[in-house]
C-alpha cells in the first residue's frame, strides 16, 4: 500500500493570539505535524516571537505568508473581482514582489532562529512574476492551487476547514481521499468553538480511519 500524506496548513499568524496558541495546542496534544503561516510585519510582536522559538520545529513549522497581508485589496474583490489599482500582496510585479520577500527576510534574520522555506500568498493569490523572485530568496516550496512552473515545489491545497461535525468533514474528505498528499487549511482565528473541538476527531480521522501521515513542508520536499 502506498503511503498517504496530510499536511495541516494554517494562516494569519499575527492575528488573534490565544486562538493560534488553542490551534497549535490541539495540534500537539494529538500527536500531529503542522504549518503555520506567519505574517511578516507581526514578527514586531514580542510575545508572538517569544511563542514562536519555543515552539519544536520537528512538530511545527512556520512558512511566510507574506510581509504586510493587506486586506483593502479584498474588499475591492469582493465587489470588482481582481483589481489592477488596488492588488494583493503578490498579485503586482516581480520588483514589488521581491521588496516584499526582502522585508520579510529581514525581520526573519533579526526575529526568529528558523528560516522558512515555505511561502503561502495572501489568500492563495498570486502571479507568474512571483516565481522568480521566491526562487532568488531562497524558497523551495508554495502552497497553491495550481500547478507552479520552475523549481518551486507546488504543495497542492486540497480543502478549506469549515465543518462543525465529523460527518461534514469526512463527506468533503471523500471528495480527495485518494490523493497521495492531502492539505488542509484552517484559518485559526475564524474558527468557532464547535470547530476547534471537532479538529481532535479530525486529526484522528486522519490518522487512525485513513492511515495519513503527519508531515511538515520540509518532510515533503526530501519524501519527493
Known amino acids: 500500500m502506498n503511503k498517504k500524506y496530510v499536511i495541516f496548513k494554517d494562516d494569519d499568524v499575527g492575528k488573534d493570539f490565544d486562538s493560534l496558541k488553542r490551534w497549535i495546542d490541539i495540534v500537539l496534544k494529538n500527536n500531529a505535524k503542522a504549518a503555520i503561516g506567519l505574517i511578516g510585519k507581526h514578527m514586531k510582536d514580542k510575545d508572538l516571537v517569544s511563542y ?7 512538530k511545527i513549522e512556520v512558512f511566510c505568508h507574506g510581509y504586510s497581508h493587506n486586506h483593502f485589496p479584498y474588499i475591492v474583490m469582493k465587489f470588482f473581482g481582481r483589481n489592477r489599482l488596488f492588488p494583493t500582496e503578490f498579485d503586482r510585479n516581480k520588483r514589488l514582489h521581491d521588496l516584499s ?3 520579510y ?7 526568529l532562529k528558523n528560516k ?3 511561502f503561502g500568498p495572501q489568500g492563495n ?3 507568474e512574476s512571483l516565481i522568480e523572485p521566491l526562487e532568488k530568496n531562497g524558497f523551495k516550496l508554495m502552497f ?15 480543502d478549506n476547514y469549515r465543518q462543525n ?29 464547535v470547530q476547534f473541538d471537532l479538529m481532535s476527531d479530525v486529526i484522528e480521522y486522519l490518522k487512525n480511519k485513513e492511515k ?13
Not at 514562536?52 to 520537528?58: A, F, G, M, R
Not at 497553491?144 to 486540497?158: A, H, M, Q, V
Not at 495519513?212 to 526530501?222: D, M, N, V
Open 165 to 193: 461535525t465529523l460527518d461534514e468533514f469526512i463527506n468533503m474528505y471523500k471528495k480527495n481521499k485518494e490523493k497521495e498528499i492531502y492539505t488542509l487549511q484552517f484559518h485559526h482565528a475564524k474558527l468557532t468553538d
Open 105 to 111: 527576510r529581514k525581520a526573519e534574520k533579526q526575529f
Open 52 to 58: 514562536l522559538k519555543k515552539l519544536d520545529n520537528n
Open 212 to 224: 495519513r501521515i503527519f508531515i511538515k513542508p520540509s518532510e515533503l520536499l526530501k519524501i519527493s
Open 144 to 158: 497553491s492551487w495550481d500547478k507552479i512552473n520552475g523549481d518551486i515545489f507546488t504543495i497542492p491545497l486540497t
Open 101 to 103: 520577500l526582502k522585508k
Open 116 to 118: 522558512a522555506i515555505t
Open 125 to 127: 493569490i498570486w502571479n
